[in-house]
């Protein structure tokens, strides 16, 4: 039977991947890295937190890294009734939830005299044997049980004044794949900068602002798409779109300038870009003025942009200002960062010290009942931190409770390396 002219087409046809056809060889790769990320966990008090028992611990805040949470452990009396109390014992925790998490650690005990003879536990820059740690599920640990001799730490340069300060780093294994696609690179937006040049340019402005001794030029069409209230202000039922300046008060120049900035570029800007190099004021202080500002101009991203510098910044120091700028400005996450903070035993002695709290407490006297809340809660979460339901994991509070490592449930994963 003579084929017909679509059989001898295909007759002709080759597979993309025949390596015999011109250009079809390809290539990938798979990359493993780390992503790293670091907390300080300071104990201050050490003298008050032993004789908590073998077993109990004083727990860190948890933080983020690789896309999990995490947390370290200090045994005061040690983790194991067995050393009768004669190490300190530190673990970190997988504080959130996951499967088969790789990670190296890092865990300094800071040496707090000028001889910076830290104690150094690492994985990093080193060869590993078995690769890195595998935690199983949530709650798995890795440290020391035997992490120092009590009696040699007391008398040690590690403890001053009564507190210990430890860094730890978490280096999260990831894997990514990149293949051997190619196509046009896009580059990136820069509508931003080009907005950002127009404002600083002047070219075309409209509107005036007297900012106290100093006058801002903008755009009007620009302002009100980015704010509601100059929206209203500009071209609402009551607004006047032929004005041709506004007097502000009650804001700072260099604030009213910050404002200025991010609403042409989107960006928070550098402390330097608002006020040279001649700095009125902390970068912490800036932002607590920009975030009133962002809350009367209705600008939200900003607003949030503010609150989570805030709350990078949260410090004995700083903590009573921002928490009642948080409750004036309706801002429930900062606030609740602040109140936290405070709560911690920790920090609540030196907080209520400072001249800042003594004003909070006076002009918002409800806030010390939502303090003696969290307080309440703080103190729960640090007699059982991770207490959960059967459903969530019965392993998960063992494990913390007498020592067990969860990567005993399977044989094959490396256990808790253990230091005596």
Known sequence: MKPTQLEERMSDFKPFSDSSQPGGSSSSRSISETINGSHEFTINGYSLAKGMGPGKYIMSDTFSVGGYDWAIYFYPDGKNPEDNSMYV???IALASEGTDVRALF???LVDQTPKGN????????RPLESGPYTLKYRASMWGYKRFFRRSLLETSDYLKNDCL???CTVGVVKTRFEGS???????QSNMGRDFKDLFESEVGCDIVFKVKSESFKAHKLILAARSPVFRAQFFGLVGDPSIEEVVVEDIEPFIFKAMLLFIYSDKLPDIYEVMGSAQICPYTVMVQHLLAAADLYNLDRLKILCESKLC???????VATTLALAEQHHCPQLKAMCLKFIANPTNLGAVMQSEAFMHLKESCPTMLLELLET???????????????????????QDLADGAVAESANPNVRRVRRRT
Request: avoid cysteine; charged fraction near 25%; charge should be negative.
């Open 106 to 108: 890092k865990l300094i």
């Open 375 to 397: 307080f309440t809660l703080v103190d729960d979460d640090i007699s059982q931190p991770l207490s959960r339901k059967r459903s969530v994991s019965s392993i998960y509070g």
């Open 118 to 125: 830290n104690k150094v536990h690492s994985h990093f820059d």
């Open 312 to 318: 990078d910044e949260i410090n004995v120091d700083t």
């Open 181 to 187: 696609k190619q196509g046009i690179v896009v580059p």
């Open 89 to 91: 014992s530190v673990f």
């Open 165 to 167: 300060i430890m860094d």
